[in-house]
């Protein structure tokens, strides 16, 4: 994603602390309390500019979320959906996901969402793929036994890469589609990227992957 420089993003950050959680790693262990209740905790990781997390946010009442996005000046943005919406169920982090141990304790984390991640399409920058083996074991670590990671993109060479390194990880998969917006999958909430490539005519694969 484009990444303007956008020097009071900090500042902004910084005041809304009931939606930008300011030192997640202090929150490891605690994140019920958090939110003030025991409801299952759902993160998208590279939430980007927010539509997604709010939207299933604001779908799922009895769900807590929380978007995790690397870049401060893209993350500015997210937070106005979330002001604007005043939802409950919602907060930001500004880190990088292979942080995610220093912030989660095993099983903290019910759910795993990646959308449209960045490919990285040279193999020398394959490690760097969210999908890629260090991230699905950095994943399984913060995630119950059984947890889920529902994946979707308009990188077909993303997708099968994906496809390969969950199998080759031993998790089973439990639902693909190989064109998503023509497939029979109710309640799904675009994506900034998704609107995107779809209204320039690309199909959307999504795919639902479980660990042993
Ligand atoms: N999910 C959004 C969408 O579908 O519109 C954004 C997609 S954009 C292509 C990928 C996003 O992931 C970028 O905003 C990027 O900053 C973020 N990102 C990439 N690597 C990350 C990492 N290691 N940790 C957290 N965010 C990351």
Redesign the pocket.
């Known amino acids: 994603?484009r990444?303007r420089n956008k020097p009071w993003a900090r500042e902004k950050l910084a005041s809304y602390p009931q939606y930008i959680i300011q030192e997640p790693k202090e929150q490891k262990g605690q994140w019920q309390a958090c939110f003030g209740n025991n409801r299952p905790l759902h993160i998208?990781?590279?939430?980007?500019?927010g539509?997604?997390i709010t939207g299933m946010a604001k779908q799922n009442p009895e769900i807590n979320y929380i978007g995790?996005?690397?870049?401060e000046s893209?993350i500015v943005s997210a937070l106005d959906h979330i002001i604007e919406e005043e939802l409950p169920n919602v907060k930001l982090m500004n880190?990088?996901?292979?942080e995610l141990r220093e912030v989660f304790e095993k099983g903290e984390v019910d759910r795993i969402y990646l959308?449209?991640?960045?490919p990285w399409p040279k193999k020398r920058h394959a490690k760097?793929r969210?999908t890629y083996q260090t991230f699905l074991s950095l994943y399984e670590d913060i995630l119950p036994p059984h947890g889920e990671i529902h994946f979707k993109t308009d990188n077909q060479g993303l997708f099968e890469y994906s496809l390969m390194s969950f199998s080759q990880y031993g998790m089973i998969l439990k639902y693909v589609s190989l064109d998503l917006h023509q497939s029979d999958y109710e309640g799904n909430i675009m994506?900034?990227?998704?609107e995107?490539f779809s209204n320039k005519g690309s199909r959307i694969f999504r795919c639902e992957v479980q660990y042993r």
Not at 68 to 71: C, N, Q
Not at 95 to 98: K, Q, T, W
Not at 191 to 194: G, H, P, V
């Open positions: 994603m990444q998208e990781i590279g939430t980007g500019k539509r997604f995790i996005e690397l870049a893209v880190i990088d996901a292979a959308n449209f991640s960045d760097r969210l994506t900034e990227y998704e995107k």
